[in-house]
């Protein structure tokens, strides 16, 4: 089962390092997937993505405080804005761009009512 949770783990890793490339993608959450699934198949391998420089601060936040500091909330929102106008200017389907538009402001509202530092 071990080596279940830590495949788990660098899936999700390579799915947060696509995130960070594609709008649709989102990092954080399987950021935070990544470091269930490495507490549970590999101390090294959780204590390693806890404390990377770059992807360990959005997790220690999480975990420690559960705040989302400001300008990863701007970033997030910056991104949905853009993903939407890009959905616009594709001319996809108005059913669509209403799904999306309603799971980004579902998105929206959980990331803004956070707290921050």
Known sequence: MKYIWIAGGWLC????????????????PFLLLAALCFSRGSERLYAW??????LGPPIRDWQTNKI????????????????????????????VIAIQ????????????????V
């Open 101 to 116: 538009a309603a799971v980004m402001a579902g998105v929206l509202v959980f990331i803004w009512r956070q707290r921050e």
């Open 49 to 54: 993505l806890i404390y990377h420089p770059k």
């Open 68 to 95: 989302i500091r400001r300008p990863v909330k701007l970033m997030a929102t910056v991104t949905m804005i853009g993903v939407l106008l890009l959905s616009f200017a594709l001319d996809l389907a108005f059913g």
């Open 13 to 28: 890793v390579g799915l947060a390092l696509l995130g960070i490339a594609l709008p649709l993608l989102p990092t954080t």
